[in-house]
């Protein structure tokens, strides 16, 4: 064992959004004695604890008071799953999401495909119960390992208690900063199947006119090069994937809004509320392809805020005022209130609730 806890680290190199920040005490570690070392630390010197993973849905709004953790634990396991044909897989929390897609679909298990090419590490995805093309991470949970960072105790999540829903679970909200995830156990099937319903993927099939059979591998593929062509790449530019959730509004609203914009996308849910893209009220606004100094709105995705590095690169006050700026549009045009999806650190006033809750 050998924890390195080293002092005023900056924090750029660690979120894809390469905003300067940095932490007052870091340290990054590959293993768990580590881990709980660092936490017995942390409770000693009473320093609040942050956990980093893959750093891809994360704001730093500033620097990070405390001690910042970069969790880079590697591996994996697996076992026959409780159902016919399944396998648990239990991928630690440091290993990168896509290359779990890869190594999943090399081992011929399948479930991940439609989340190929997601940024981020393992550790991250049940945070905001990850999601792309149809699939969403609770719909191949199983269970995770998390430590509790006050106690440095061990314990074990059901698919129940981290109550996922849309873009949330419990750990942004009730236990929101409270654990640190070790492990992620999912539920993949030993026989080739395909989730292809969602449009864009469709749009895709229909375009590359496959003739053979699709197979999970093919779906991968596509799923890549809709996202190469969509979302930037954020090791040349800078972001955090989609900055906005997608508001649910209530159908009576969507209704009223649909006399006024019949080309409006829209999702109707079970539960009487219906899901408006987001990049659609932001593009409508006119916000696509703005720049404000060195932060933008990306030209292809109106999601997605970039920070842009040729122009001598942003701090995230400057992105969360570009985020503000979209908020009040769409507030204005459409009286629909934005919600920020990536978590925001290192506000001077913790209080202050940047997230549009
Ligand atoms: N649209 C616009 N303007 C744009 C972009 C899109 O009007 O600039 C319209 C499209 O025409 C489409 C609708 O908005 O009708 C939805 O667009 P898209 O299918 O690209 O999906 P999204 O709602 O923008 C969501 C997720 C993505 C996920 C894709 C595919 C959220 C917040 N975002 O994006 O997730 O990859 O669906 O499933 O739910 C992420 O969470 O970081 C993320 C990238």
């Not at 940095?22 to 660092?38: H, I, K, N, T, V």
């Not at 969403?136 to 995770?144: A, G, K, N, Q, T």
């Not at 920070?307 to 700026?325: K, M, P, S, T």
Request: net charge negative; charged share 20%.
């Amino acid at each position: 064992m050998s924890l390195s806890i080293q002092q005023h680290i900056s924090l750029q190199p660690y979120n894809s959004l390469a905003l300067p920040a940095y932490a007052e005490y870091f340290c990054s570690l590959d293993g768990e004695e580590d881990l709980l070392a660092a936490l017995a630390y942390a409770r000693a010197h009473q320093l609040q604890v942050t956990a980093l993973g893959g750093g891809s849905n994360l704001v730093l709004a500033g620097d990070i008071a405390g001690l910042v953790i970069h969790l880079n634990t590697k591996g994996y396991s697996y076992c026959n799953g409780a159902e016919a044909d399944s396998v648990d897989v239990t991928f630690a929390a440091g290993e990168n999401w896509h290359q779990a897609v890869l190594t999943t679909l090399e081992q011929g298990w399948y479930g991940m495909e439609n989340l190929s090419l997601i940024p981020g590490n393992i550790g991250a995805a049940p945070i905001q119960n990850i999601g792309a093309y149809g699939v969403e991470l609770e719909d191949i949970f199983v269970s995770l390992r998390a430590v509790e960072i006050a106690s440095g105790k061990l314990c074990s999540f059901t698919k129940a208690d981290c109550q996922f829903a849309y873009r949330d679970s419990l750990f942004k909200n009730a236990a929101r900063d409270q654990y640190i995830i070790l492990d992620v156990t999912l539920r993949l099937s030993t026989k080739p199947q395909v989730n292809t319903r969602y449009p864009a993927l469709q749009q895709a099939i229909a375009d590359a006119q496959i003739s053979e059979p699709l197979t999970p591998e093919k779906v991968s593929e596509l799923v890549c090069q809709i996202r190469r062509q969509k979302l930037p790449d954020p090791t040349i530019t800078p972001n955090a994937g989609s900055f906005f959730k997608n508001p649910l509004v209530e159908s009576a609203a969507a209704e009223q809004l649909l006399e006024r914009y019949p080309q409006m996308p829209n999702f109707p849910q079970p539960d009487k509320q219906t899901k408006i893209p987001a990049a659609w009220l932001i593009d409508q606004c006119g916000f696509k392809g703005i720049t404000r100094g060195p932060v933008g709105v990306h030209k292809h995705q109106a999601l997605v805020l970039v920070n842009n590095l040729r122009e001598g690169g942003a701090n995230g006050e400057q992105l969360l005022a570009l985020a503000e700026e979209l908020r009040d549009g769409v507030w204005k045009r459409f009286s629909i209130r934005l919600e920020i999806e990536p978590r925001v650190y290192g506000l001077v006033d913790q209080s202050k609730d940047r997230s549009g809750i």
